[in-house]
Nanobody, 117 residues
């Protein structure tokens, strides 16, 4: 079965950094677009970043562009999100997601990121 397991979340002060990681199994990882979403309480889940199967094309939400970097390792079957200059508005549960073609994808359990002073 598909498994996506996020890790690396925590509580930090504004301006600090965190690195999230998603470990994947149960599917052909290198065929899939991988994405990071986040959801804050009372708000819709939003796309933060995605990366194509080869790893040479990346997209970012306007709110995180220039601060976050998405990357993947197709040998280890992981996708990471390096988050820098964190802001209170980055506080959310962060989810890993896979997608291919017209098929719906799967979700990880999420990891909490809290940014507060």
């Amino acid at each position: 079965q598909v498994r996506l397991v996020e890790s690396g979340g925590g509580s930090v002060r504004p301006g600090e950094s965190l690195r999230l990681s998603c470990a994947a199994s149960g599917f052909t990882f290198h065929y899939y677009v991988m994405k990071w979403f986040r959801q804050a309480p009372g708000k819709e889940r939003e796309l933060v970043a995605d990366i194509n199967s080869v790893g040479n094309r990346k997209n970012y939400a306007d709110s995180v562009r220039g601060r976050f970097i998405i990357s993947r390792d197709n040998l280890r079957k992981t996708v990471d999100l390096q988050m820098s200059t964190l802001k209170p508005e980055d506080t959310a549960v962060y989810y890993c997601h896979n997608h291919i073609g017209a098929n719906g994808g799967s979700w990880g359990q999420g990891t909490q990121v809290t940014v507060s002073s």
